[in-house]
């Protein structure tokens, strides 16, 4: 029984087989969740640097699970492998385009600009650009007001038909960004034939700028590149102030972070709009 009990296999062990069991009633919820669509949307506001005002809002999506919310990270993945994201990334566009036509009756004096996720999976899914094209009609959104925001990552696959599809997207009216700037691979190669209009810089690099000197000299390039190539920078997880000022000081246009607010529910997001509660 010693010996037994030394050579037992891992998935005998109580933890390990707690983990797996977990995963699985994880996986199996998301598939309940996606079916009668679960998921909520919480939006950010993406604030112009210049005049300090709100230009539109990133809905990023959460899942209601038994009555907590569960944050992106732990689940999109999982969606991601069981090819769940795309019906995800399309009930949040939708969930994001509603709320953009609201926001559009409400306050027509602001044509904001409303900017939801695409996995990088996605871009060579068969039907992605009809699904696009019917969400746009089908809420009646103004479409140049609509812009989605994709990850660079090393998986984009065949880089003609990745180009293909965004201009399919782009001549839809819609806008798209590149996310997560410099964190991905070898996009400098390639990225002047991409159909973009917005270069979203990562959080790691503008949390740098409070203490070294080569993050700052690193978003300055990666600003004046965008510009170079036509493209409008926004700064991610800009926290503070000196983050901003520094930000503005470097010719950034566009920033998103806690410092204005955190993702909120619509009913806040909405609140922001209407008050002078901005930083
Ligand atoms: P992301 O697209 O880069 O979104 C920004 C993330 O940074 C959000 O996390 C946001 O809450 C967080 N953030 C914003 N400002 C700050 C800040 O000042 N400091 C810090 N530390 N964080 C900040 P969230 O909502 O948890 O989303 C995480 C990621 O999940 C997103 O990163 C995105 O890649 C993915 N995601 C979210 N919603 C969707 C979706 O509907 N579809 C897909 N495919 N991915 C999504
Ligand atoms: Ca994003
Ligand atoms: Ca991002
Ligand atoms: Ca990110």
């Not at 699970?65 to 492998?81: M, T």
């Not at 699904?131 to 479409?143: D, H, K, N, R, Y």
Request: proline residues 4%; aromatic residues 6%.
């Amino acid at each position: 029984a010693k010996s037994l009990g030394k050579a037992r296999c891992e998935f005998c062990d109580p933890g390990m087989q707690t983990q797996a069991l977990q995963s699985l009633a994880l996986e199996t919820d998301l598939r309940h969740a996606v079916e009668r669509g679960d998921f909520i949307v919480h939006f950010q506001p993406i604030v112009s640097l210049g005049e300090d005002c709100i230009t539109g809002f990133e809905g990023l999506v959460r899942w209601q699970r038994n009555g907590a919310l569960v944050a992106p990270d732990d689940f999109i993945p999982i969606a991601e492998d069981t090819g769940q994201i795309h019906l995800i990334d399309m009930q949040v566009l939708y969930t994001a385009c509603c709320q953009l036509v609201q926001w559009g009756i409400d306050h027509p004096e602001m044509p904001l600009t409303i900017s939801t996720n695409l996995s990088a999976r996605q871009l060579t899914r068969p039907g992605l650009v009809d699904e696009v094209q019917t969400i746009l009609a089908g809420t009646g959104v103004p479409a140049s007001q609509v812009r989605l925001e994709i990850t660079e990552t090393a998986t984009l696959g065949n880089l003609d038909e990745l180009i293909e599809t965004l201009h399919q997207l782009k001549a839809l009216g819609i806008s798209l960004a590149m996310d997560d700037f410099g964190t991905g691979y070898s996009s400098l190669s390639y990225l002047h034939r991409l159909p973009l209009d917005i270069l979203k810089i990562d959080r790691s690099f503008v949390s740098g700028l409070d203490h070294d000197e080569y993050s700052q000299r690193l978003v300055q390039t990666v600003i004046h590149m965008a510009r170079n190539l036509g493209l409008e920078a926004v700064a991610e997880g800009v926290e503070s102030h000196t983050h901003a000022a520094t930000l503005r000081a470097l010719g950034c246009t566009l920033a998103q972070g806690y410092y204005y607010s955190p993702p909120v529910d619509a009913a806040s997001a909405t609140a922001l709009l209407s008050g002078d509660v901005l930083v």
